[in-house]
Nanobody
Framework: QVHLAESGGGLVQAGASLRLSCAAS????????IGWFRQAPGNEREFVAA????????YYADSVKGRFTMFRDNAKNTVYLQMNNVKPEDTAIYYC???????????????WGQGTQVTVSS
């Protein structure tokens, strides 16, 4: 069983930066790719970014490309989402998820965190 815990959300103004963390624990927690998804009220959960288990290759949604950066600290078994130049449309609950490979499809991920709220004011 893998446990994921997100942190770092909050209320920020447009143009600010924010760093989300996803700490993984449990048996086999280092064996998975990690994805970030977000869900705004009334919307479906959408892909934000993903990072491979080995090699660190990252993938981003077009809406965040150039503004968000995903990276991992293997020593801490933690994955980060650095969010720069945030926009009001980035407001959502952000979830990290673990799965066998990088995918932009939520159903391909096995374990999910509880989410952290990000609110961007204009």
């Amino acid at each position: 069983q893998v446990h994921l815990a997100e942190s770092g959300g909050g209320l920020v103004q447009a143009g600010a930066s924010l760093r989300l963390s996803c700490a993984a624990s449990g048996r086999g927690s280092t064996n998975y790719a990690i994805g970030w998804f977000r869900q705004a009220p009334g919307n479906e959960r959408e892909f934000v970014a993903a990072i491979r288990r080995i090699g660190g290759n990252t993938y981003y949604a077009d809406s965040v490309k150039g503004r968000f950066t995903m990276f991992r600290d293997n020593a801490k078994n933690t994955v980060y989402l650095q969010m720069n130049n945030v926009k009001p449309e980035d407001t959502a609950i952000y979830y990290c998820a673990a799965g066998p490979g990088t995918s932009n499809t939520p159903t391909q991920y096995v374990y999910w965190g509880q989410g952290t709220q990000v609110t961007v004011s204009s």
